[in-house]
């Protein structure tokens, strides 16, 4: 039995940074498994190559929710498959949170988690575009750039935007304040900045860092009160191998719970009805998860030369913008999911922002996740309230790890939900509704003019909207004993035994979590190193 002194399981965000941190002690073993492949494909590189993974089985995990909504139906959530792990398919937004949501994670009870402790670590990632500042960093690991393209339609937005009150801001993680600007991206010289590619593929060089590609975790070991190993599945058999000092379980929200509840810790109900043996009660596994689900408004443009869509829409359109790519790594190719993210505050009680737009010159298919462009011209506007309180859960089907998790999701919203659901709503059609970008818009195409009343805008939400793929708190760290994780991460009632990847997070740190993840994971080396 192969044995290493930590055991790394999941190669996404969290575990590619993880990994690396901790291979930097020349004296730890450290191993890495992920079920999904090596990120050869150049698919995971071009920036808008996103439009060929997201539903993609080959590249990513595709998981289908259970019912929700007005006509009961489902939708698909899907996560990276291979090394980088979601990092190498998502949107590229570099959103850091806010000092109030890190510092609300330490008052909760987590000390350590504080943004004293969080900005340092950012500011050594970082290697920004707009230079160092006292909130950002230059000549770290991790790229980020901003791409001003000046594009009519963005800058119209931006500046309706500012007319109702949003302050056009060049970095959008230097304040907690109402703003918009173009978006922060992990894109350098035209190329998707993955965790795999920045922080993994360097540490290979070192000795002491082992990685496994398409093998398949389906328990943690654990004798007595201490996890000891992982049962790694390879075709068809399955082996052992030994953590002589932690297992540290960075799978994401999705799949965590569910490789706790394969081992044995979770709800015991949930695990007899599984068949599982129950080896730790512990009734949170899988339960108080959060997504954001994003509300959509698309305009239709007066002019048919404005915007994407006609550039992009047509094979031809597409052909030209692809050799520009390959000739210049510029263009709508290079660029992240959308162009421009603001925050805002719903209603002007608000003590701080509470909901994220973002907007893009180019319109979609109605159905959610429909990535094909229309040919006439439009642009977009989404929106999801920061910190929704609705919560779901995750929970295994059978003992049978090939299975996917039952999803229930949040989108029951509770009356404070739906209330900032419909404030955040009626503020991006005042974007749309002021000048100059008004000027640019022939009408409203989804939902339409006739949406207007409460039930209806809501209906247009949970039937045209979609999940923002921010999903996190369903293995959350806390004081209190019901908590499946301490603040240092440790699975309570296991030894040897942590999580660090969304699933720990007990609030929402304001919008798109893999820059967290980043922070998160470096934090979590030092506290498994000793030398936080």
Not at 145 to 154: L, M, W
């Amino acid at each position: 039995m192969a044995s290493y002194d930590y055991v790394v399981v999941g190669g996404g965000t969290s575990g590619c940074v993880l990994a690396s941190e901790l291979s930097k002690d020349p004296a730890a073993r450290v191993l890495l498994l992920e079920a999904g492949k090596r990120d050869r494909n150049p698919v995971f590189h071009i920036p808008k190559g996103f439009a060929f993974t997201i539903e993609n089985p080959k590249h990513s995990w595709v998981y289908e929710t259970e019912p929700f909504g007005p006509l009961g139906q489902t939708e698909l959530w899907s996560r990276g498959r291979v090394l980088g792990g979601s990092s190498a398919i998502n949107g590229m937004v570099y959103n850091r949170g806010t000092k109030p949501d890190w510092d609300s994670i330490a008052a909760a009870g987590n000390p350590g988690w504080g943004w004293d402790e969080i900005l340092p670590i950012y500011r050594d990632l970082e290697d920004h575009q707009l230079g160092a500042s006292d909130v950002r960093g230059a000549g770290g690991p991790l790229h980020i750039s901003v791409q001003e393209n000046g594009d009519p339609v963005n800058e119209a937005m931006l500046e309706a935007a500012g007319n109702i009150g949003l302050k056009r801001v060049d970095d959008l993680n230097a304040t907690d304040d109402e703003r918009v600007g173009y978006v922060p991206a992990n894109i350098k010289n035209g190329l998707r900045q993955s965790a795999s590619k920045v922080f993994l593929k360097p540490a290979e060089r070192r000795a002491n860092l082992t990685v496994r590609t398409d093998v398949l975790v389906t328990r943690v070991v654990i004798e007595g009160d201490r996890a000891v190993a992982v049962e790694v599945a390879t075709g068809s058999s399955v082996e052992r191998v030994a953590a002589g000092k932690e297992i540290i379980l960075c799978l994401g929200t999705l799949e965590t719970p569910k490789l706790l509840e394969l081992s044995g810790i979770g709800n015991a109900e949930v695990l007899r009805g599984a068949g599982i043996d129950v080896v730790l009660d512990r009734p949170m596994v899988g339960e108080d998860m959060i997504e954001h689900r994003y509300f959509p408004l698309q305009l239709r443009l007066n002019n048919p030369k404005l915007g994407y869509n006609a550039r992009l829409s047509s094979k031809a359109g597409q052909a030209l913008s692809g050799l520009k790519y390959l000739a210049t790594r510029k263009g709508p190719v290079a660029s992240p999911a959308y162009d421009l993210v603001g925050f805002l505050k719903t209603t002007p009680d608000q003590p701080r922002v509470d909901a994220q737009i973002l907007l893009t010159p180019f319109t979609q298919g109605i159905k959610p996740l429909d990535l094909t462009l229309e040919q006439r011209p439009g642009a977009s506007i989404i929106g999801n309230p920061l910190r929704p309180t609705s919560t779901g859960r995750i929970h295994i089907v059978s003992k049978d790890p090939r299975d996917n998790p039952r999803i229930t999701t949040n989108y029951a919203f509770n009356d404070a939900d739906r209330t900032t659901y419909l404030a955040m709503f009626r503020r991006m059609r005042d974007i749309a509704a002021a000048h100059p970008l008004v000027d640019l818009v022939k009408g409203e195409t989804q939902p339409g003019w006739a949406v207007q009343d409460d039930d209806s805008i809501m209906s247009h939400g949970l039937l045209n909207g979609g999940t923002s793929f921010h999903a996190y708190g369903a293995c959350k760290m806390g004081p209190e004993e019901s908590a499946v994780i301490d603040a240092r991460l440790r699975v309570r009632g296991v030894d040897g035994l942590r999580v660090m990847d969304a699933s720990a997070l007990p609030v929402m740190v304001a919008g798109n979590l893999n820059a967290p993840l980043m922070a998160m994971s470096v934090r979590a080396a030092a506290l498994i190193l000793g030398t936080a």
